[in-house]
C-alpha cells in the first residue's frame, strides 16, 4: 500500500521559517520523482519543489525560488521541505506527491510542477504566515 504523510505544518510569523516533511512508503523511491505542491483558498494548486529521489536532482517554482529548499532522507525515505523567509502568500495546504520517472529519464522543470504527472498524493499539512 502506497502512503505518503506529511508532517510539520503550523502557525509561523512572516519572515519566519518552517520546515515539513513527507514520509513515504510502499514505493521504491529511486524510481520516483518526489514534489511539494500548495493550494490556497480559492487558488490553483502550484507546484513548489521536487526532488529527483535517485539523483537528489531538484526543481522550483518561481514564486518560491531563493527562499525555500527540498531534500532528501534515502534512509527514512523522507522528503524535507525548508521554508525561510515566509510571507502570509505562502498559506496554503501543503501536499507531497509521488511521479514515477522511467530509469534514464530526465524530467524537465515544467513536467515537475504539473499536478497531472503525479501519482500519489498525501492528505496535506496546513501553512499558515501570520502575525
Known amino acids: 500500500q502506497v502512503r505518503l504523510v506529511e508532517s510539520g505544518g503550523g502557525l509561523v510569523q512572516p519572515g519566519g521559517s518552517l520546515r515539513v516533511s513527507c514520509v513515504i512508503s510502499?514505493?521504491?523511491?529511486?524510481?520516483?520523482?518526489i514534489a511539494w505542491f500548495r493550494q490556497a483558498p480559492g487558488k490553483e494548486r502550484e507546484g513548489v519543489a521536487c526532488?529527483?529521489?535517485?539523483?537528489?536532482?531538484?526543481y522550483y517554482g518561481d514564486s518560491v525560488k531563493g527562499r525555500f529548499t527540498v531534500s532528501r532522507d534515502k534512509a527514512a525515505n523522507t522528503v524535507h521541505l525548508q521554508m525561510d523567509n515566509l510571507t502570509p502568500e505562502d498559506t496554503a495546504v501543503y501536499y507531497c506527491?509521488?511521479?514515477?520517472?522511467?530509469?534514464?529519464?530526465?524530467?524537465?522543470?515544467?513536467?515537475?510542477?504539473?499536478?497531472?504527472?503525479?501519482?500519489?498524493w498525501g492528505q496535506g499539512t496546513q501553512v499558515t504566515v501570520a502575525s
Open positions: 510502499g514505493l521504491t523511491l529511486d524510481y520516483y520523482a
Open positions: 506527491a509521488a511521479d514515477y520517472v522511467p530509469l534514464g529519464f530526465k524530467i524537465t522543470t515544467p513536467q515537475a510542477m504539473d499536478a497531472d504527472s503525479y501519482d500519489y
Open positions: 526532488i529527483e529521489f535517485s539523483d537528489g536532482g531538484t
